[in-house]
């Protein structure tokens, strides 16, 4: 069955990167790209961008383009969401997704900014 | 950028009522790439609908969607207990962006 596994939780300081996994297993990894998505404590979904799994094309939402980068690894199959020059706004739960709609997602990964 | 706009913000029913939600999209939409997703209290969200209409495997028949161009609607014909959750509806071509939601507390 589709799994998709994220690295665990973080907790960077402000102006820090952050990178999270997303492991996938179970289906043919080429076939659907991944999304990224987030949730601040208490608020709603928030898209960030998608990665194909097949050839690294990238669509990125306007919020977070030039602080954002995407890539996968089909060795591995996993795919990485690498966020730069962080801020106390960026603390949230960072959850990947499979395909154009996310019929199965990752646990979520805690990403705390804090100084 | 399509914003879409979620109503109501909360909806206050008992188990075994029907339950409407509707989802506005500030520019019509193709039902194709419309969906909706249910989110409990420290989980994932889950997806309910694709395609406007198409049921997401082992979701149950009480659960419906339906719509077109800037206007959809998730309807749960008979509340059960774990249906009382958080609802998004996302637009999923180009920008794939996220209404604000809509919580289904028990009344």
């Known amino acids: 069955q589709v799994h998709l596994v994220q690295s665990g939780d973080e907790v960077k300081k402000p102006g820090a990167s952050v990178k999270v996994s997303c492991r996938a297993s179970?289906?043919?990894?080429?076939?659907?790209?991944i999304s990224w998505v987030r949730q601040a404590p208490g608020r709603g979904l928030e898209w960030m961008g998608w990665?194909?799994?097949?050839?690294?094309?990238?669509n990125y939402a306007q919020k977070f383009q030039g602080r954002v980068t995407m890539t996968t690894d089909a060795s591995t199959k996993t795919g990485y969401m690498e966020l730069r020059s962080l801020t106390y706004d960026d603390t949230a739960v960072y959850y990947c997704?499979?395909?154009?709609?996310?019929?199965?997602w990752g646990q979520g990964t805690l990403v705390t900014v804090s100084s | 950028e399509i914003v879409l706009t979620q109503s109501p913000g909360t909806l206050s029913l008992s188990p075994g009522e029907r339950a409407t939600l509707s989802c506005r999209a500030s520019?019509?939409?193709?039902?194709?790439?419309l969906g909706w997703y249910q989110q409990k209290p420290g989980q994932a969200p889950r997806l309910l609908f694709y395609?406007?209409?198409s049921r997401a495997t082992g979701i149950p028949d009480r659960f419906s969607g339906s719509g077109s161009g800037t206007d959809f609607t998730l309807t749960i014909s008979r509340l059960e207990p774990e249906d009382f959750a958080v609802y998004y509806c996302?637009?999923?071509?180009?920008?794939?962006?996220f209404g604000q939601g809509t919580k289904v507390e028990i009344k």
């Open positions: 997704g499979r395909g154009s709609y996310y019929d199965y």
């Open positions: 179970g289906y043919t990894f080429s076939d659907y790209g």
């Open positions: 990665v194909s799994a097949y050839n690294d094309d990238t």
């Open positions: 520019q019509s939409v193709s039902s194709s790439y």
């Open positions: 395609a406007t209409s």
């Open positions: 996302q637009h999923y071509d180009g920008s794939r962006t």
